[in-house]
């Protein structure tokens, strides 16, 4: 039994660094030389690679076999970002302060956001992925096409970023973590 645990951990492992590197399942097959079906089964847990196997993999994902085994952390693998720091930026009329690589990261995006008080016509997002709206301080409504939610203080949203949406503040100050996942 312990095993099929160690063999669920270990494909999540190579799922992640697989996708944190923008490699298909297609890429690294044809870098491998295994079968894109073999490669499945093992991100799920469902087979167990050989010491070959597993060093074909690492060599293909430029990451060490102890990261693989989750015994090393990659550098940059840990994100810290200090209190301090003050990076704001004006993105859509909105104070936005970055907290995450963004761009650089591996499809995960946080922000700190402080809406306007108007939803701007023209400023709609949509996006893929999942995007998750925690109101920090204020209150704040975010529109979608025929519905208007209102959120206070502590409340959680999670929707679909396909759904075009726009957030405005409905109090003299609002704050908004908001983290977007692409996958």
């Known amino acids: 039994m312990a095993a099929a645990g160690s063999s ?27 079968n894109k079906g073999y490669l499945s089964r093992i991100e799920s847990g469902e087979k167990t690679p050989s010491i070959g196997t597993l060093l074909k993999l690492a060599e293909a994902l430029k990451v060490s076999t102890a990261q693989l085994f989750g015994e090393e952390i990659a550098k940059g693998d840990i994100q ?24 650089d990261g591996d499809g995960l995006k946080a922000f700190l956001l402080r809406p306007t008080a108007g939803f701007v016509a023209d400023r709609r997002a949509e996006h893929a992925g999942t995007e998750a709206v925690y109101v920090v301080e204020g209150t704040i409504e975010v529109q979608f096409t025929k519905q208007l939610v209102q959120l206070s203080a502590g409340d959680f949203m999670q929707f679909p970023g396909h759904l075009t949406h726009q957030i405005r503040k409905t109090a003299a100050e609002a704050t908004v973590l908001v983290i977007v996942s692409e996958e």
């Open 8 to 34: 669920q951990v270990l494909g999540k492992r190579v799922r992640s660094i697989r996708r944190r590197g923008g490699i298909t399942l297609d890429k690294l097959a044809e870098a491998t030389g295994l």
């Open 80 to 103: 810290i970002v200090r209190a301090h720091r003050s990076d704001r930026v004006r993105r859509n009329k909105y104070d936005v302060v970055p907290l995450s690589r963004g761009a």
